[in-house]
């Protein structure tokens, strides 16, 4: 089930170093609605998500439901591309029934987002970000400095991920993007 966030995030990741991106909404999730911040930022809100976080512009997004061996299980993913970075957030809804680990699922979902891209692991820490057991890794390829965090809130696992060409300083929005992510239970 990791897989299919995994297979979006790579593609969407492989569409930043290939300069492209695509952009689709799909009619059956419902608009999140955005606020302005002064600096040209939105606080980009997911009722459905149950998240806020602030993005350069409104995220294009992509929603699938998949049928596995599991059960069925939606997977949301949202990408902005900005000037310097692209920044990806994904998360999964899995069937009430399906048992997972959850340290084994934050560490599955950095391996295949490492492997998908062909990125070598720089560093890896498991932290506690408000209150959710998570972990935090950079890895990189020769084009692509990407840093990621992934959360487990309840059942639901999110994952967020900035790109940025190698040699390319956007700390400044990458910490922004990061610090910024709030997610309530309900």
Do not use: C
């Amino acid at each position: 089930m990791k897989r299919f966030l995994v297979i979006l995030l790579l593609t969407l990741a492989v569409s930043f170093v290939a300069k492209s991106q695509e952009h689709s909404r799909p009619l059956s999730v419902p608009t999140p609605t955005p606020v302005a911040i002064p600096d040209g930022w939105v606080n980009f809100m997911s009722e459905a998500g149950r998240f806020s976080v602030l993005l350069p512009e409104i995220p294009t997004d992509k929603t699938e439901t998949v049928q596995s061996e599991h059960g069925p299980y939606t997977t949301h993913l949202f990408v902005v591309k900005g000037a310097k970075s692209l920044f990806l957030l994904g998360w999964v809804d899995y069937d009430p029934t399906f048992n997972f680990n959850v340290g084994g699922e934050l560490n599955l979902n950095r391996d295949n987002f490492i492997k998908g891209v062909n990125a070598k692991l720089i560093n890896n820490k498991d932290v506690t970000l408000d209150g959710y057991q998570s972990i935090e890794f950079t890895a990189e390829t020769p084009q692509t400095l990407f840093k990621s965090r992934v959360y487990m809130v309840g059942r639901r696992p999110y994952q967020l991920v900035s790109g940025t060409a190698i040699g390319v300083d956007d700390s400044i929005n990458v910490n922004r993007f990061f610090n910024s992510f709030k997610v309530r239970l309900r």
